[in-house]
């Protein structure tokens, strides 16, 4: 918004000092005009910023406000020569500022805005039914051959639709990729939670692999030391085997969390093929298949 009124701030400001030039009084009818023009403007940003916060249908808002703007380009225009004004560019400004806010079928919207009300003011004044103000030393659309205002309206329908379409093939673009470095971003930090829990999981498997450690030791350590007793020793036994198993369980876990570092080492080529071969040999699958000559 702010950038909004600073840009038209400065266009009109410039605008009516280029007019002042021309005129000799600073109440000219073009020069009531711009004044009219600027401040209409600035009550409609203050309104704008007033409303806006409390729409729950922002888009139909950012229609009106965009349509709006393309009707304040065209009496800009209008005021600084119609047919014959520098200013005819400013539709371009509107059509790229909207893909900022609206998506193709928008956008193409505007820019069919854009050229009605460019098309439709023209041919009024090349008819006689308008009169724009002109500066000194313009012509209106009357002085030039229909040809040529055609020509002119077809380049400005044709430069409207034509940013409007690269316009929007840009935001849709930008879009996309703001959408896929949400994504990533979500992703990354999915994947950063997981491994922080993935560490709490790893210290707490350590915090119950110790006790389940002195627990073992302690009992056989009491089952070395009391009178053997059937019954106590068949749970001592117990104990002992779901001791083994959970700590087992834990072993695993950390193995899973954390996979201990790959270590290179030199071997003796031949212990370890021996080694191998008679585990096949043992093996009771592998009897009798396979050979080693």
């Known amino acids: 918004m702010f950038f909004r009124l600073l840009f038209t ?3 009109l400001g410039s605008t009516i000092i280029l007019q002042l030039s021309e005129s000799p009084s600073p109440l000219a009818k073009p020069l009531l005009v711009l004044y009219g ?3 209409a403007i600035f009550l409609l940003s203050f309104i704008y910023a007033v409303i806006l916060p409390r729409l729950k249908r922002a888009l ?4 009106i406000q965009i349509a709006a703007d393309t009707f304040i380009v065209t009496l800009i225009i209008f005021v600084t020569g119609s047919f014959s004004s520098i200013f005819s560019f400013l539709y371009l400004v509107v059509i790229i500022y909207s893909s900022m806010l609206l998506f193709r079928k928008g956008i193409i919207i505007m820019a069919a805005l854009c050229s009605i009300q460019y098309g439709i003011m023209v041919d009024l004044e090349y008819y006689g039914f308008i009169n724009p103000f002109v500066m000194e030393g313009n012509f209106t659309a009357v002085n030039y051959p229909g040809g040529h205002v055609v020509f002119k309206i077809l380049v400005i329908m044709v430069a409207c639709f034509a940013v409007a379409l690269l ?4 935001s849709e673009q930008i879009r996309k990729t703001k959408d896929e470095l949400l994504a990533l971003e979500e992703r990354v930090k999915r994947v950063e939670k997981l491994a922080y829990m993935g560490e709490m999981a790893a210290g707490m498997a350590h915090e119950i692999k110790n006790p389940l450690a002195a627990l073992a030791g302690s009992i056989q350590i009491l089952r070395q030391g009391i009178r053997y007793q059937p019954e106590h020793d068949k749970l001592m036994q117990i104990v002992l085997r779901e001791t083994d198993r959970l700590s087992t369980l834990v072993n695993n876990f950390l193995l899973f969390a954390k996979p201990p570092a790959a270590k290179v080492e030199k071997v003796k080529l031949d212990s370890a093929v021996a080694e191998t071969v008679k585990l096949f040999e043992k093996d009771a699958s592998c009897f009798g298949r396979i050979s080693i000559k």
């Not at 139909?60 to 229609?63: A, Q, V």
């Not at 316009?167 to 840009?170: A, D, E, G, R, Y």
């Open 37 to 39: 023009l600027i401040a």
């Open 9 to 11: 701030s400065l266009l």
């Open 60 to 63: 139909i808002f950012i229609y």
């Open 167 to 170: 316009s929007s093939l840009l």
